[in-house]
């Protein structure tokens, strides 16, 4: 409910309209075609969702599911849903917050630009999930912030990490397409760039969780040829 009233307020509404993802590092050679072309994930806003439903993917192929209190795997689930709002740029924001951040390739945040991101999210959870038990709000701030070491902060990279190396893979598989097709457009040279530094940056993270959890050793079992494909065509 919290997700669904964000979305449709005017600060989610900003959020949607912002560059995709990968688009600060990559480009964009045309928004609705690169959202055809790679679904959902790059999505600003649905991205949150298509993590959430990778969670509890990651959930439900668990064979020890005893293990996962209803309180676990709500407060991961809420933290997923609500993973990214503190990229929003509303102007609103920066009147009230000082700065916004966007959207930052992973692993180059600032540690100034962190803190711009909790405040921004501080902001927006004051707005929007007061109907929140505090206790849930904080811990699900504990998860975004990763503040937490457990197996829920684990589940949610896993999702995240798996959706990364989809994304990569996704891209790689539609440059080696469009060099059979000899289709030599802006799409083939942003995919040729993106597909590997994402590919590798994903396929690291998967093998790490796949130690952990039977959703990362499946994806990798299923997508391990296309990756190996993709390594000797591009």
């Known amino acids: 409910m919290v997700f669904d009233e964000y979305i449709l307020s005017e600060h989610g509404k900003q959020q949607a309209e912002q560059p995709l993802r990968y688009e600060s590092a990559f480009g964009c050679y045309d928004r609705q075609q ?10 600003p806003v649905k991205h949150m969702f298509v993590t959430r439903n990778s969670y509890l993917t990651v ?10 209190s209803p309180a676990d795997i709500i407060a991961g689930e809420s933290a ?17 917050c000082g700065a916004v951040v966007g959207d930052i390739p992973q692993g180059m945040k600032t540690d100034e630009q962190i803190a711009t991101e909790k405040h921004i999210r501080q902001a927006l959870y004051q707005l929007y999930c007061s109907r929140m038990p505090d206790s849930l709000l904080e811990r699900v701030e504990c998860l975004v ?8 902060q684990q589940a949610l990279e896993t999702a995240h990490d798996v959706n990364t190396f989809k994304i990569g893979l996704r891209a ?13 457009g802006s799409r083939l040279k942003q995919f040729s760039n993106m597909a590997g530094p994402v590919t590798l940056s994903g396929l690291q993270r998967v093998e790490h969780h ?3 959890f039977r959703y990362a050793r499946l994806v990798l079992d299923r997508e391990g040829p296309l990756y190996e494909y993709f390594k000797r065509e591009i």
């Not at 959930?59 to 996962?68: I, N, R, S, V």
């Not at 997923?80 to 009230?96: K, M, R, V, W, Y």
């Not at 790689?172 to 030599?184: E, P, R, V, Y």
């Open 59 to 68: 959930l439900a192929l668990e064979e020890k599911t005893d293990e996962w």
């Open 80 to 96: 997923a849903l609500l993973h990214d709002i503190g990229e929003c740029t509303h102007p609103q924001l920066i009147e009230q």
């Open 145 to 152: 912030a990763h503040r937490e070491s457990s197996p829920v």
């Open 210 to 212: 796949a130690s952990t």
């Open 34 to 43: 690169m959202l055809t072309d790679l679904g959902p994930d790059v999505d």
């Open 172 to 184: 790689a598989q539609i440059a080696i397409q469009d060099i059979q097709s000899n289709n030599l």
